[in-house]
């Protein structure tokens, strides 16, 4: 029941005089005879009242009226409570009366009363900042390290957590600094996640430890690091807090996981230049990428990248279900356009692995795949790329051979969407004969497999490709275009002759064509922009998750290389 409102027609006349502070109306009443015990609705009596508005002379006529009972009965009047278990003593306390609290100490009453909820005159004189009134019932004895409230904090607790300094001033030198509450965080962890630096120091200053974890492992660095109090972080690395204590029974969280979660970016750059490196490449680590990509946080990836850290991260499957952070990225973006993250990580040179291809090539959208081939070159058919090796091409980095590998091999699973990233990828340099298959021949739709002969002498395909062709053409599965039936023209063998020479992605993606000696009328031609393109006419199935889901259950990996 809600006890908290008054209702006039239920308070007594000497409880209505000692609310009003009028200790000579109090005095008339109790001569006719009025009794000090009537209760209004809330539970509360004239003493109630008196102790509540602070009129020390009210306190007295009630107590002297009371006195008449016998000591335990005057005793038992003194620590009378309201239907919410607040006495006197804690009404005064709770509103800051000092001379009202140190008068009903005086008349016996109990300092360490609780209420229904676990509170008691201490703990209500910390919550309300009365410092004058703590340091009283601290030198009354009152008990400082006991617990209150659901969640078992202290009255230093508390105090940390209103940001009363100056009565924490008072309490470290009597109270449990390390006391814990209910998930065992201790004084100095509140005074670091609220961000009460001036409580923080006085903590420390008294030798609380700045390493205490809470029972899920979290230290205040890391919470400090979270809620973005940076204050605090810096007070806590100055004093020794450990930046690479694992912070979560998990996984190795660090602080400057939580700071990149959070785009806590001052913070951020304070912990990466005390974090161990470890974190970014270690097994059984987590680099913060992952958490700055979990968090769509593009201005804490974009530090972490400047700053060093790798954008192919540890393989985290088992710990957080993603291979890469860029994987995490794509699942994010799903069938959306393309956060900053994925940008940031692919322009990084982030590794590009099957399912990662599959955001790119099993869409109708081309937009992942041409940001891809911005940053990311066809390898050049002269420069074998080595294992884990990088190399650089016209100022990008060059797709390895096991990146171009898994590339092809999804594009074969995905010839159903052969219209949409086939001309992207001719034109982006990739070499057509890799993409002269059965499979291809087979699967690709009329203007998708048009589309690809126009890149290639149509006349040499080999005899099975050509038996393909036949086959559909009888079908009426495949309507070639009417030049197809005769020998290619000499000018369409000379632009696949300068193609193979220069190499398609030199070709394609480079001015070397307007250097040529040849006529700027046909720089277009060589760059085969007379082809027109593949129209895409199927209606996209399910989203790309999906896809991928199915993908993974059915996947037949196709060797092209």
């Not at 015990?37 to 009242?49: C, P």
């Not at 991260?313 to 088992?318: G, K």
């Not at 992942?368 to 420069?383: A, C, K, N, V, Y």
């Not at 000018?491 to 064509?513: A, F, I, K, Y």
Request: with cysteine.
């Amino acid at each position: 029941m809600d006890f908290t409102e008054c209702y006039g027609d239920t308070v007594s006349s000497v409880a209505a005089a000692a609310r009003s502070g009028c200790s000579r109306r109090v005095r008339r009443l109790l001569r006719r005879g009025c009794s000090v015990d009537g209760r209004d609705n809330r539970g509360w009596n004239a003493l109630h009242e008196a102790a509540a508005a602070g009129g020390t002379d009210c306190v007295r006529e009630v107590l002297s009226a009371a006195g008449a009972a016998s000591p335990r009965g005057r005793c038992r009047y003194v620590n009378s409570t309201t239907h919410e278990g607040e006495s006197a003593c804690y009404l005064a306390a709770q509103r800051g009366h000092l001379a009202a609290v140190h008068l009903l100490l005086r008349e016996q009453a109990d300092a360490d009363q609780l209420t229904n909820d676990s509170s008691c005159p201490l703990y209500a004189a910390v919550d309300g900042g009365h410092k004058d009134v703590v340091e009283l019932l601290v030198s009354k004895g009152a008990q400082v390290d006991r617990t209150h409230t659901a969640s078992c904090w202290t009255c230093l607790h508390q105090a940390v957590y209103k940001g009363h300094s100056d009565i924490v001033c008072v309490l470290v030198n009597v109270c449990d600094l390390e006391a814990p509450d209910d998930h065992s965080i201790s004084p100095l962890f509140v005074a670091a996640q609220y961000g009460r630096r001036e409580c923080l120091q006085i903590l420390i200053n008294a030798g609380a430890r700045v390493n205490t974890q809470a029972a899920d492992l979290a230290t205040p660095l890391l919470i400090a690091s979270q809620e973005g109090h940076e204050a605090c972080v810096d007070l806590l690395l100055d004093h020794g807090a450990d930046p690479n204590r694992a912070c979560s029974h998990d996984w190795p969280q660090l602080p400057v996981h939580a700071a990149a979660e959070f785009g806590h970016i001052g913070i951020l750059r304070r912990l990466i230049a005390v974090t161990d490196r470890a974190c970014d490449r270690g097994v059984d680590m987590v680099s913060p990428l992952y958490v700055a990509v979990h968090g769509d946080r593009t201005g804490s990836t974009e530090l972490l990248l400047s700053e060093g850290f790798s954008p192919n991260a540890q393989d985290c499957t088992l710990s957080l279900g993603h291979r890469s952070p860029l994987s995490l990225a794509l699942s994010h973006a799903s069938d959306k356009p393309y956060s900053e993250s994925v940008k940031l990580l692919v322009a990084a040179g982030a590794g590009l692995r099957e399912e990662d291809w599959m955001y790119a090539l099993a869409t109708d959208r081309t937009d992942l795949l041409q940001l891809i081939l911005e940053h990311r070159q066809m390898p050049p058919s002269d420069t074998p790329t080595g294992d884990g090796l990088a190399l650089r091409h016209c100022g990008n980095t060059v797709l390895e051979l096991e990146e171009l590998r898994e590339l092809l091999c999804v594009a074969l699973n995905q010839v159903h969407f052969a219209a949409c990233w086939l001309p992207v990828l001719l034109k982006a340099g990739l070499h057509p004969a890799i993409l002269l298959q059965p499979h291809m021949f087979e699967k690709a739709d009329s203007e998708a497999l048009n589309y690809l002969l126009e890149f290639i002498n149509w006349s040499t395909l080999p005899l099975p490709l050509k038996r393909i062709l036949d086959r559909r053409r009888a079908e009426n599965s495949w309507e070639p275009r009417p030049h197809f039936g005769s020998i290619p023209s000499l000018s369409h063998v000379c632009r696949l002759q300068v193609r193979e020479l220069l190499g398609p992605d030199r070709l394609m993606r480079t001015d070397v064509v307007q250097r040529l000696l040849v006529p700027s009328l046909l720089h277009d031609f060589l760059k085969f922009r007379d082809v027109p393109g593949a129209s895409f006419t199927h209606p996209p199935p399910s989203p790309v998750f999906e896809r991928i889901r199915g993908y993974r259950s059915t996947h037949q990996h196709r060797h092209v290389l």
